[in-house]
């Protein structure tokens, strides 16, 4: 097989010029994409479709994939907000589509880290995301209110919070609505939403200072006990919200979920490489 690597842009209704800056990894692009099936790569807040683990991912997956920048975020345009889930959801929602339109693709795997884990389980939820066999959740809140920032706000109202992302600094200016805002966004349809043929996998740092490794083990109550799908929770002792210095293991554990699945070899329970068993 012969990989290729393309830059997409896609257009957003948000505004003219802007538009959602990602990358089509293909495994074959020879084959026609009518009916092939697609895996998505979601990035968590302040991240970039190269972050972390994704391109290493994307590079190594048995199926072609897309990898994006949420709008605001690294090369896509637009505004970003702290509570603006509902706006990565529709960006979401227009990723599909065109690569639906376009391409004929057809969604089976989800890959989310963090905020991304967030959206995707939102989508899997609706109508749109009923036929994907799988998703993997990476250090996914759950908890949407429990203290996630650390900052003050001055006089002005606000707080710019000032990160790197890929290597250039960024300001992110925060205001209290916007924690109100996130801290509303509704997790609890998983409980009776989710999909019952989606297989899920969680991956969670031990170490998680940013969502606690609790949330992981309450999508392991609540996704565990569907049938036909599967929940497997696969837990990182020493790693951090990022999974830093262990984005091998979490590109070996997806892999080899993965694999699984597709031998139909799946049951609920907690997921170590190499080793399973039931909860």
């Known amino acids: 097989m012969d990989r290729k690597s393309s830059k997409l842009a896609i ?78 959801l529709e960006d979401l929602r227009i990723v599909v589509a065109y690569l639906a339109r376009e ?58 919070w000032e990160v790197t992302v890929a290597r250039k600094p960024v300001v992110a200016r925060i205001y209290p609505h916007d924690l109100l805002e996130f801290s509303k966004w509704n997790t609890a349809v998983v409980w009776d939403q989710f999909p019952l043929e989606t297989d899920v996998l969680t991956i969670h740092g031990m170490a998680d200072q940013t969502v606690p490794a609790y949330d992981a083990t309450l999508y392991a109550r609540a996704l565990g006990a569907r049938t036909p799908g599967t929940h497997n929770l696969h ?21 080899e979920w993965w694999s699984s699945r597709q031998r139909r070899d799946l049951r609920s329970g907690i997921w170590r490489t190499g080793v399973r068993g039931r909860l």
Not at 37 to 62: E, V, W
Not at 75 to 87: D, F, I, K
Not at 237 to 247: I, R, S, V
Request: hydrophobic share 35%; with cysteine.
């Open 103 to 160: 391409y004929g693709y057809e969604v089976d795997l989800l890959i989310g880290h963090s905020r991304g884990s967030v959206v995707a389980f939102h989508w899997l939820c609706t109508s749109e995301g009923r036929r994907v066999g799988g998703m993997v959740n990476v250090s996914g809140r759950y908890r949407m209110d429990l203290p996630k920032y650390q900052g003050s706000f001055d006089d002005k109202g606000f707080y710019d």
């Open 11 to 88: 257009s957003h209704p948000e505004g003219e010029g802007v538009s959602l800056v990602g990358v089509l990894e293909q495994l074959d692009p020879g084959l026609p994409t009518a009916g092939r099936k697609i895996a998505l790569i979601l990035h968590g807040t302040l991240g970039h479709k190269d972050y972390l683990f994704q391109k290493r991912l994307a590079l190594n997956l048995p199926l072609d994939s897309f990898r994006f920048d949420f709008r605001g975020s690294h090369e896509s345009g637009g505004h970003w907000t702290y509570g603006g889930l509902a706006q990565d």
């Open 235 to 255: 837990l990182m002792e020493g790693a951090d919200h990022n999974l830093t210095g262990k984005h091998e293991e979490v590109v070996e554990t997806i892999l």
